[in-house]
């Protein structure tokens, strides 16, 4: 299995960028599919979950109204919207793939079978 995580960069505050991860090697329709975020010096952080059954997605406190994430399964993808990016969202983001999760249980680290490698969102003037 293999989930490759990309479109990071570095934005403007107040700027917009979408991260994409793609999965390989599992069924992907059947994993609700995760952001995470970590910044230097702080431990990984849930952001966002979109579940793998039905159109229902999951964010934490910070990013509502900001970003959104989707997901597209014929594409075997999984899209994060950042948009009014501000420099604390600078962080290394990655994405993640539960197996059948679903609820706001989806949030813990440990709910995930499988982990991108991580692309860089630096949010900076």
């Known amino acids: 299995v293999q989930l490759q995580a990309s479109g990071g960069g570095l934005v403007q505050p107040g700027g917009s960028l979408r991260l994409s991860c793609t999965a390989s090697?599992?069924?992907?329709?059947?994993?609700?599919m995760g952001w995470f975020r970590q910044a230097p010096g702080k431990e990984r952080e849930w952001i966002a979950t979109?579940?793998?059954?039905?159109?229902?997605?999951y964010y934490t406190d910070s990013v509502k109204g900001r970003f959104t994430v989707s997901r597209d399964n014929d594409k075997n993808t999984t899209y994060l919207q950042m948009t009014t990016l501000k420099p604390e969202d600078t962080a290394v983001y990655y994405c993640?793939?539960?197996?059948?999760?679903?609820?706001?249980?989806?949030?813990?680290?440990?709910?995930?079978?499988?982990w991108g490698q991580g692309t860089l969102v630096t949010v900076s003037s």
């Open positions: 979109h579940s793998w059954s039905v159109n229902i997605q």
């Open positions: 993640a793939a539960a197996y059948f999760c679903s609820g706001t249980g989806c949030s813990v680290p440990q709910q995930y079978n499988y």
């Open positions: 090697g599992l069924i992907f329709s059947k994993y609700a």
